[in-house]
């Protein structure tokens, strides 16, 4: 979509913008046109962090020209196997957060705000997949319990100031630019695996059937979900608006890995423990039935995806390896959780 159909959009803030989804939502709005501002937020000290949030609301509250603004929330430092205790104090910021945006919203400013949430995390235990916005959540895992906290903050926070939210429920992620020093992202893992000529461990069985978004794709469907919401909620009467961002097609495991295997044109290398990890169910594919038009897009194909972090992955390494002063080392890659 062309900045063209939309020749006034808001500013928007994107918070987290340094992460996988982040980067690609800034370079999303960019493109379309419109004014975006991210903020250096000091995660490791929440104290900090928050006073760092306060003071950049503000200023970005005060410098809308028309009073509409847009808050995309795409920050999360926690994954499915993180400890209960570092994901109260996200949930405990992100509340803080709310409570410092309460007194700074004039009569006059209309927020809309998009959150970064999970659909594995929140339907892991959900019965009946394919699973949709009309599923009732039930997380395993600490980490979904927590993305439903916070979308459950955001509501309240929406009904008590009249701003406009969207719960994006999203499917597994991928694409360039995932952080590889985090156990997570299957795909990136499974290309610098290939690489390393490492064992990579894996936890679930391989007929493990996820839902595989392309970043790219996703930034786009949260640049529109912006866009088209005060429609949508006048549709639903609801301030709060919950979407699954996905393909609606489910890959398992096995696929994923004989894509890349085809890729690299040579096995990978796996290492089965023969153990499972809680929060990880074999089926979570998902079917969205809300705002369908957001659905109605041309996906980033599978192989393709698979190619662009294949590139991108092998071209780092590369430099890496090659620098000068580089040691060769055998390096093991951690076990990943793919949500």
Known sequence: MTGARYPSRPPTLVVGGGGLLGRHVRTAFERSGASVRTTSVPWHDPVAARAALRSELAAFLGSAPDGRVNIAWC?????????A?????EVSLFRDVLDDLRPALRPTIRLAFFFASSAGGVYAG??????????EPRP???????KL???EALTAFCAETGSVAVLGRITNLYGPGQKLSKPQGLVSQLCLAQLRGTPLPVW????????Y???????EMVVEALDGLDEQVRRTGSNAVVKILATGTGVTLAAVIGEINRVFRRRARLRIPGAGTPGQVRDLRVRSVIWPELDQR????????VRRIADEITLAYSAATSAPGHKHQSTHVSEVSIR
């Open 85 to 89: 205790d570092e994901l109260e104090t």
């Open 213 to 219: 978004l392309y970043v790219g794709d996703c930034a």
């Open 140 to 146: 395993l895992v600490a980490y979904g319990r927590a």
């Open 126 to 135: 959900s019965a009946d997949p394919p699973f949709t916005e009309l599923s």
């Open 204 to 211: 679930v069985s391989f007929d493990t059937i996820r839902d």
């Open 149 to 151: 906290a916070m979308e």
């Open 298 to 305: 041309t996906q980033t194909p599978f192989p393709v995806g």
């Open 75 to 83: 920050a999360g430092a926690g994954f499915v196997a993180s400890p």
